[in-house]
């Protein structure tokens, strides 16, 4: 089935996208909202332009995937492959310009044998990707892995407490990593340096949001001072 996007204020389709032979996974819009990125189970990563409809770039992935996380220029994107390693490509600025249609440029891949990844994010500015799962011998042990990306290579390792991490984000100044769990348990830290944070927009670490139902998701508001938490009940 395509991609459909909707006029929320309207209710009316504004446009279909086509090309994956497969289900999709996940989809993500860049900050400009001009850019959709979709990952689907045909083993593809596509750019999208939302103003047009067309492709603008096609990655050919090496395994199934799994999620996926941008920069908010949509410059920088991991997703997780086959669960247990992290593919991260670059696309160029060109192709965005241009809507080139030439596959996007793979910067490295940083293999994770023994975790199985839950989470993903990205760095505003496109230098870091963290990466939060569990310790395949030990299913208690969970972890945060923050990447290099231009090293290719791992910057640092954060303790992970409470419940297994479901999702991941960087403020938008990319100063604070914030980790959350399915029952909405939230914990930070300051970026680069890995330090622990005790309270983010008033809400303490290790404190469980209200949310109805379980946690699926959270994102930053305005300039990034505020949180926003969606529960599975809306």
Not at 196 to 216: M, P, Q, S, T
Request: with cysteine; glycine share 12%.
């Amino acid at each position: 089935a395509p991609i459909q996007i909707w006029d929320p204020s309207t209710g009316q389709l504004i446009r279909e996208l086509s090309g994956h032979a497969g289900g999709v996974v996940e989809l993500q819009f860049t900050n400009s909202r001009d850019t959709l990125l979709s990952i689907s189970d045909d083993k593809t990563l596509r750019f999208w332009n939302t103003l047009d409809g067309t492709q603008d770039a096609l990655l050919r992935l090496p395994g199934d995937p799994d999620s996926v996380a941008t920069s908010p220029d949509g410059l920088t994107v991991s997703g997780v492959i086959q669960e247990d390693s992290v593919l991260t490509c670059m696309l160029p600025a060109t192709m965005l310009v241009e809507s080139a249609t030439d596959s996007a440029q793979l910067i490295g891949s940083f293999h994770q044998a023994d975790t199985h990844v839950e989470a993903l994010a990205v760095s505003p500015d496109g230098r870091y990707c963290a990466s939060a799962g569990l310790v395949k011998q030990d299913d208690a042990e969970k972890v945060i892995q923050i990447w290099d990306l231009g090293e290719r290579s791992l910057f640092k390792t954060l303790e992970c407490q409470g419940e297994a991490v479901k999702r991941l984000r960087f403020s938008p100044d990319g100063s604070t990593l914030v980790a959350m769990s399915r029952r909405g348990e939230f914990q930070f830290w300051e970026m680069p340096s890995g330090d622990r944070r005790h309270e983010f927009d008033g809400l303490g670490a290790g404190v469980i949001a209200e949310v109805n139902g379980l946690a699926r998701d959270f994102d930053f508001l305005g300039g990034g001072d505020e949180l926003v938490i969606v529960g599975s009940g809306g």
